[in-house]
């Protein structure tokens, strides 16, 4: 099982950025999918999840009208738009997998991606 996550870099206030995240090694489309991101000195936190064939996501407050998860069952990946993005939102982020249908605790998910940085600065 491989989660890799991508595409986090610098970028200024008020930007965008899309992380990627590929997976192999499973079903894909058995599983639900989630980000979740920790900042410097922070616990994790979650992010986003989308169920098994997109029929429904999930947000946390914080990001709420932002960011926007989907996925491709075809491509095995998970995705992340970030819109709008502030310097709160500078953390590393994970993607991660879960056959229970999520939640917004980590111990719903058994694998996690390796976290891709995004930094948000000008």
């Known amino acids: 099982v491989q989660l890799q996550a991508s595409g986090g870099g610098l970028v200024q206030p008020g930007g965008s950025l899309r992380l990627s995240c590929a997976t192999s090694?499973?079903?894909?489309?058995?599983?639900?999918m989630g980000w979740f991101r920790q900042a410097p000195g922070k616990e994790r936190e979650f992010v986003a999840r989308?169920?098994?064939?997109?029929?429904?996501?999930d947000y946390a407050d914080s990001v709420k009208d932002r960011f926007t998860i989907s996925r491709d069952n075809a491509k095995d990946a998970v995705y992340l738009q970030m819109n709008s993005v502030k310097a709160e939102d500078t953390a590393v982020y994970y993607c991660?997998?879960?056959?229970?249908?999520?939640?917004?605790?980590?111990?719903?998910?058994?694998?996690w991606g390796q976290g891709t940085q995004v930094t948000v600065s000008s």
């Open positions: 090694g499973f079903t894909f489309r058995n599983y639900h």
């Open positions: 991660a997998r879960s056959r229970t249908g999520g939640g917004r605790s980590g111990s719903a998910y058994d694998y």
């Open positions: 989308i169920s098994l064939s997109s029929t429904w996501t």
